[in-house]
Structure formats: structure tokens, C-alpha cells
């Protein structure tokens, strides 16, 4: 499927190609052109992600020198377990947004911004997988920024000004956030002397005991806990979501709250190490507290919510919870469940943010007393909303029960019996707002607003079943999620050993260009196994 | 009398906390938004120097190798504000973008007139 010649290259063609074709987009300024190029380089990126992971899991990390320098010097790129699982929910996510996105994103952005809007999309695109590929601590600002930048602009696109106002808000909360990042990372810099991950945490391993290099994990922490939407400091979230195109909240509620996850994984366990994070600071208790309120609380603001976009967005932070959660656990269950969950809310927020874009599209209404009966009126669109709704309740056999069910083995194993009562009361509450929804839309007579409402065009359909097709098939063959984050989870707590290091280059060598070749990939038995013991 | 010596031979860390914390200030007290943009380019400048002044060593030559350049200066700092410096400025622009947006739709820039206004919908 994909030439023989571009295997070694292709960690560069995930950016490479989305960042192109997102300055083509822009240049040429038209809907049409810019829908096809982002549809086919969303496409392109799910085969190259996938083959990325399967050679991962068949053994062995990918590393990629970028421009031809040779890591820790040089700009790497790096694809293990957690990184190819990353890859592929992102490029598959965005695959599927754009495959609906023409006429939903044609009824609520005018003409003459649809191409911009594409080469948004592709700029964003190219800066979440950025995120998850790159190993350099640096890059990962840059690329956050790139992904940052395009996100406010997505979201500032949407129909009611107050799409206007949450931007703005997000743009500051955002970069306050980034900048929080490259604070730790300056911190960290002034420590060890180097951007390279494993090189830095091989230093920080012989750095021992450090003050700056704490107060490094700490500014991180909160930097990348804003961008997540960790519990007090999702405020951006709810607004930012609700008002954007449906487009653009379905992709960026299914990867980009999710890659900032994916960032806080590895500065824990990879970069710092379970040893320092979890055995030194009280990083558990943090998470714990937190994640249980994000769980609570956030569930029974979204109670509350009229509008049903923002009471879905309201439902993103306490699943966030969820997934800090299994963080916080620390233990293989724990991290599984969390990794998993990762996954199974991409599917299902996204499928749930399409269902709704479906009935924006057709009826232009979010509110849910305006929703009476559209269960009649789209019983396919609202029977797939079911669906996902289930798998947000976590219902056995849907997706969300299968991370659930982790989160709780992990939670038992360290007796914590009251982290299990709260998992069931917030997964009660997701009853209750869920209910709501599907009560008004099955069970009320459909009103007059409704009278011409129909099922959505075909491509529509098609991606929300897709998705909830998803939700059940990973709740039933739980190998594909559950195992490939066990996979994960597994890498993560093994953290950084000597043997994940690429031999430093001598001054000869440096210079030699035979030496320093465009790629290099290690062997299946030097890196991911059980033996990079500390 | 120790603290002040402290102090005053590490006064570009002063200098770089109170630009720090002026610019958190700025974005928290400020409902006017322009005011609330120059507070975020205070704190992101604010971290430029953070990187800058440690990478600097005094008598440090640029990292030549030869003769007589024995102590250098690790040039990357300077590369990584220069990125830095590049996304600030888009951060900047884009924000004032949609604060002329906001101006347009709401025809105030004051965060708490434009969200009062939003109330009464």
C-alpha cells in the first residue's frame, strides 16, 4: 500500500504533508479545493499512522533524525506505544471529520472563509500529530502553538458571536498555558542541558533529587493541565466547544483535549519517571482529588445545561476526569483503563458532537427544549446519539464500559473503595444528563419548529454510525483498545532505561556524512520490552 | 545583608519575576481586552529572558572550535526564543484579530460590558 522507499520516512510525512497542503489551502482560497485536499491528506494520514503503530507493536521504537542530525542533538522524532496509539486516534479522527465536514461546514460558514477554514483544520491537524510524535521537548511548544493558533481561529468561525468571545478567552487561557510549559521546559533546559526526552530523563535520573528540575514538572503540569481542561482549569472548555462549527467541536473534543493528555503522560512517566512523580511528590493525591471532583462536579453542571453541545462539552471534563484518573493510579490497570477511556471518549464525544451537528445541520436548533420529538423525525441520527450516550454511561458492551471497568480494577487493587463510589455516582449522573436528552427527544410529540426536519445526507449518517458502530465494536473486542493501551500503559511504566538512548555521535562521526543518514531505527530487542528495568 | 547580595548579582532574575508575575497581573485584573493582549506579551516576554540570561556566560565566545576558544556560550537558548519570539508574535495577531471581531459584533472591548451584554440575550 504504501512504496517501499518512503518506510523509513514516513514520521516526516506526518507533518510534512498536512502542514503543505494546509499552505495550498490557504493560497488558493477555495471551499471545494481545500475540502478535497484536507479529506485526502486526512485519508493519507490513517494508513501511514497505522503502519507506524504495527511496526511499533510488532517491536521496537521508531526514531527519526530529523534533517539528518542524529538525537539528542538533533530534532527526533519518536514513535512508541502510547505515540502510535496517539497517531492513529488523531489522523482517524481527523479522516472522519472530514469525510462529514462539506455541507454541515457549508450551512454555518459563509463562502468566502471555507477554504481558510480547511487550511485551519490542516494546520491543526499537523500540529496535534506533531505533538504526539516528536521527541524534543521544544518541538512539542512549537507544534502546541501551530495547533493552538489554527484552534482559535476554528473556533472563532462559528455562527453566534459569542463563538467570538470564547476564542478570545481561550486564546489567553491557551497561551498562558504554553507559556507555563516552556517555562518547566526552560527549568528543566537549565538542569540537564538538553531538549531530547529520553536523553533528559536519562539526566535527570542522575540528577537525583533536584529543586529546579521539580519546579520544571510543576510548571508543566499546570501549563499542560489548562490546555487538557484538568478540573479548575477547564473554564475555556465549555464555551469554546459549545459555540464552535460542529466540525470543528466534534475533532477538536475527540484529539486535541486528548493529545494533551497524551504530553502529560510522558513528562510523568517518561520524561520524570514513576520513581520521582508518583514515589517523591504527591502527584497522586494531586490527581486524585482532582479527577474525582472534575468526575462530580462537571457531571452535575452538565445537568443543568439547556444548550446540548455545552452540556456535552460539560460532559468532556468530568470524562477528562476519568482519564487523569487512571493517571493518578499509577498501576497497570489504573493507566490501562486510562489510556483506554483516552480512546473510547474520542469515539464517543465525537459521535455524540456529530449526532448533534447532524440536527444543527438539518434543524439549526441546540437547545433541548427546541428538541422535542426529533427522535421521530431522526430516529437514525438520535438512535446513534443513543448509542454513544450508552457508551458515555458506560453500559457493558459499548467502549466505555470496558475503560470503566479498568479504572474500578485499578482503584480496588489499592483498596481505594471510595475512588469506586465515586466512578459509579459520576457514571450516574451521565444517566441523568444523558436521560434528559434521550426523554425530550424519543418521548415528547415533535413540535412546529421541527415539522420539516428529515434524516441528514448521506456522509453524515454515515460517520455518526461509523462512530457508533465504533462504541460498541471496541466495548465487545476489547483486544484492539483495551490491549493496545495496555501496550501503552505498559512502555509508560517501564519509563526511560539506558538502552532507549541513541549512542551520542563523535566529533568525527559528526562530521562524516555517511554516518549521520537520514533515519535511524533501532532494533526490536533494545527498546519497549520488560527488560529496561530501573 | 546576604539576601541583598543575592539579589543584586541575580538582579536578571528580578527583572524576569516581575515581568512574570506584571503580566499574569495585567491578564487577571484587566477586563479591557488590548490591555489584557499587552499583559500576555509581558509574560511571554518575560519568559524570553528566562532562557536568555543563563545562556549567557561572561567571557563566553561563540562556540568556534579552534584556537583560543576555549569557553562558549551554548548558542541554543537564542534559537529557541527566536521560535519563541516568532509564536509570540503570532499569538499577539491573532488576538487582536478577534478583538477587532469582538469590537464589530458586540462594539465594546471591555470583557465585562461584552459578557453582561451576552446575559441579557
Partial sequence: ?534 | MEILDQITRHYNYVITIFLMIAGVYIVVAKSNMIKTLIGLSIFQASVYLLYLSPGKIIGGTPPIIGEGYEVYSNPLPHVLILTAIVVGVATLAVGLALVVRIHEAFGSIEEDEVLRELEHE
Fill in chain 1, 1 to 534: 500500500m504504501i512504496p517501499e522507499s518512503f518506510v523509513p520516512h514516513l514520521p516526516a510525512l506526518q507533518i510534512v504533508l498536512p502542514l503543505l497542503a494546509a499552505l495550498i489551502a490557504a493560497l488558493v482560497r477555495n471551499g471545494t479545493v481545500g475540502w478535497l485536499l484536507a479529506l485526502v491528506v486526512s485519508w493519507l494520514m490513517v494508513p501511514v499512522s497505522m503502519a507506524m503503530l504495527g511496526a511499533v507493536l510488532d517491536g521496537g521504537t521508531i526514531s527519526y533524525a530529523l534533517g539528518g542530525w542524529r538525537p539528542p542533538l538533533g530534532i527526533e522524532y519518536r514513535v512508541d506505544a502510547p505515540a502510535g496509539y496517539l497517531l492513529v486516534l488523531v489522523s482517524a479522527m481527523g479522516a472522519l471529520a472530514m469525510t462529514y465536514a462539506p455541507r454541515s461546514l457549508a450551512s454555518e460558514i459563509p463562502v468566502g472563509k471555507r477554504g481558510l477554514y480547511y487550511s485551519m483544520y490542516l494546520t491543526c491537524l499537523a500540529g496535534l500529530l506533531g505533538m504526539a510524535i516528536t521527541g524534543d521537548a521544544f518541538n512539542v511548544f512549537v507544534f502546541m502553538e501551530i495547533s493552538s493558533l489554527a484552534m482559535y481561529a476554528m473556533i472563532a468561525m462559528g455562527k453566534d458571536r459569542r463563538a467570538l468571545v470564547a476564542a478570545f478567552q481561550y486564546l489567553i487561557i491557551g497561551t498562558i498555558g504554553a507559556t507555563f510549559y516552556v517555562i518547566g521546559i526552560g527549568f528543566l533546559f537549565a538542569s540537564t542541558g538538553t531538549l531530547n526526552m529520553v536523553d533528559m530523563a536519562l539526566r535527570l535520573q542522575d540528577l537525583g533529587d533536584s529543586r529546579p528540575a521539580f519546579a520544571g514538572l510543576a510548571f508543566i503540569v499546570v501549563g499542560i493541565g489548562l490546555k487538557l481542561a484538568i478540573f479548575p482549569l477547564h473554564l475555556w472548555l465549555p464555551n469554546a466547544y459549545a459555540y464552535s462549527p460542529s466540525v470543528a467541536s466534534a475533532f477538536l473534543a475527540s484529539t486535541a483535549t486528548k493529545v494533551a493528555v497524551y504530553l502529560l503522560l510522558r513528562f510523568i512517566f517518561s520524561v520524570f519517571g514513576v520513581d520521582q512523580t508518583f514515589d517523591d511528590l504527591p502527584l497522586t493525591e494531586f490527581l486524585l482529588v482532582l479527577s474525582a471532583a472534575a468526575m462530580v462536579i462537571a457531571s452535575a453542571v452538565a445537568i443543568f445545561q439547556m444548550n446540548v453541545k455545552r452540556m456535552l462539552a460539560y460532559s468532556s471534563v468530568s470524562q477528562i476526569g476519568y482519564i487523569t484518573l487512571g493517571i493518578a493510579l499509577a498501576s497497570q490497570a489504573g493507566l490501562t483503563g486510562g489510556i483506554a477511556h483516552l480512546f473510547n471518549h474520542a469515539i464517543i464525544k465525537a459521535c455524540l458532537f456529530f449526532a448533534i451537528g447532524a440536527v444543527v445541520y438539518r434543524c439549526g436548533v441546540v437547545k433541548l427544549d427546541q428538541l422535542a420529538g426529533i427522535g421521530r423525525k431522526m430516529p437514525l441520527t438520535m438512535g446513534a446519539f443513543v448509542i454513544a450516550g450508552l457508551g458515555l454511561i458506560g453500559v457493558p458492551g459499548t467502549a466505555g464500559f470496558v475503560s470503566k471497568w479498568y479504572l474500578i480494577l485499578g482503584a480496588a487493587e489499592q483498596g481505594l473503595w471510595l475512588l469506586v463510589i465515586v466512578i459509579v455516582v459520576s457514571s450516574l449522573l451521565a444517566v441523568i444528563y444523558v436521560g434528559r436528552v434521550i426523554e425530550v427527544a424519543w418521548f415528547r410529540e415533535p413540535g412546529p419548529a421541527l415539522a420539516k426536519a428529515s434524516e441528514p445526507p448521506f456522509e453524515i449518517l454515515a460517520v455518526t454510525w461509523a462512530l457508533a458502530a465504533g462504541t460498541i465494536f471496541f466495548g465487545i473486542f476489547t483486544q484492539y483498545s483495551g490491549g493496545v493501551a495496555g501496550d501503552a500503559a505498559m512502555v509508560l511504566l517501564d519509563g526511560i532505561g539506558p538502552s532507549d538512548a541513541t549512542p551520542l555521535l563523535t566529533r568525527d562521526e559528526l562530521f562524516d556524512p555517511t554516518v549521520s543518514s537520514g533515519h535511524v531505527e533501532t532494533g526490536g530487542g533494545e527498546t519497549g520490552g520488560g527488560e529496561t528495568g530501573h
